[in-house]
């Protein structure tokens, strides 16, 4: 499982919903945060305790954008960021 790009998109995600909520629903906003950086924080525990260390880079992902501009996204970790993620 691409466990680096759910934590990179679900804090935006939850961003989003947020953003397009009126400032009266305060409860299920702070809900909806503290939802999704719980998951963040699941997410990044499980890529944390499923690191195989010294396999150079790992839950990579790589996406071609645009090709004919060369766009990739590319997102992997090695053994000094996945400390960092956590």
């Known amino acids: ?5 759910i934590i990179v998109l679900l ?8 953003g397009f909520m009126p ?3 305060r409860r299920m906003i702070r809900g909806i945060t503290l939802g999704a950086s719980g998951l963040s924080l699941l ?8 690191f195989k260390v010294g396999s150079g880079l790992q839950f990579e992902t790589k996406v071609v954008w645009v090709e004919s501009l060369r766009l ?3 997102l992997a970790a090695d053994g000094i960021n996945i400390g960092i993620i956590l």
């Open 1 to 5: 499982m691409d466990w680096l790009l």
């Open 11 to 18: 804090p935006l995600l939850a961003a989003a919903v947020v």
């Open 23 to 25: 400032g009266s629903q």
């Open 43 to 50: 997410c990044a525990l499980i890529a944390f305790c499923t």
């Open 72 to 74: 990739h996204f590319h």
